[in-house]
């Protein structure tokens, strides 16, 4: 089965602390994988994809397929930072491809 | 900027009527979907159109809900007759193509309120 499982709900941290948002997905094939974010009273939107290795707003996150994982990394969090943040794994059927979303997790920073 | 317009923001409907959404998507994008966003929940995909063809409904509840997308541009999204359960935000998102890496652009959704 295709399934994307984010375990925390919430995450809370000090500005300037590092974070760690947890992704496991479970997929058949080569998987592509993806990071959208959600900032309050904005619509959702791609904040990274697997496949461009890039860093976004210092977020990096890197696809481990031994561990079948795709954990969003910051190393120092910023306050602009408090956001719903949600994995999400390409699914190819049929010759297209949906987006399977985890649940999603709350990250809060404080001052 | 132009994004995907959808409309209505928010709505309340009594159990067993029925209900329309709306979605404009972004110009030239060929892709049109569907998400349910259950409170506590990620988006749920319910229908995808390429161009004015369904693609992909197996999580579309097709008792009650339909789709269409006539023209391959606007879309709407029907429910009748609604259920308790189908209190969620409903999200209208499009896309360019259908390739693995395609970036999906989302609308503000609408949150639909049964009662």
């Known amino acids: 089965a295709q399934r994307v499982t984010q375990p925390e709900k919430l995450l809370s941290v000090f500005k300037g602390a590092p974070v760690e948002l947890k992704c496991n997905y479970s997929?058949?094939?080569?998987?592509?994988l993806f990071w959208y974010v959600q900032y309050s009273r904005q619509r959702l939107q791609l904040l990274l994809r697997?496949?461009s290795r890039e860093s976004i707003k210092g977020f990096t996150a890197d696809l481990n397929k031994g561990e079948t994982s795709f954990h969003l990394k910051k190393p120092f969090a910023q306050e602009e930072d408090s956001a719903m943040y949600y994995c999400a794994l390409s699914s190819s059927s049929g010759g297209y491809n949906k987006l399977i979303f985890g649940a999603g997790t709350r990250l809060a920073v404080h001052p | 900027e132009a994004g995907v317009a959808q409309s209505p923001r928010y709505k309340i409907i009594e159990k067993r009527q029925s209900v329309a959404f709306w979605c404009n998507p972004i110009?030239?994008?060929?892709?049109l979907y569907w998400y349910q966003q259950i409170l506590g929940q990620g988006p749920k995909l319910l229908i995808q159109?390429?161009?004015?063809?369904?693609?992909?409904d197996s999580q579309l509840p097709k008792d009650r809900f339909s789709a269409e997308r006539l023209k391959g541009v606007d879309s709407t999204l029907k429910i009748q007759p609604a259920k308790l359960e189908d209190s969620a935000v409903y999200l209208c998102?499009?896309?360019f193509g259908t390739g693995v890496n395609t970036e999906a652009f989302f609308g503000q959704g609408t949150r639909l309120t049964v009662v």
């Open positions: 110009s030239g994008h060929a892709t």
């Open positions: 997929y058949s094939g080569s998987p592509e």
């Open positions: 998102a499009s896309s």
């Open positions: 159109f390429q161009n004015n063809g369904v693609v992909d």
């Open positions: 697997h496949i």
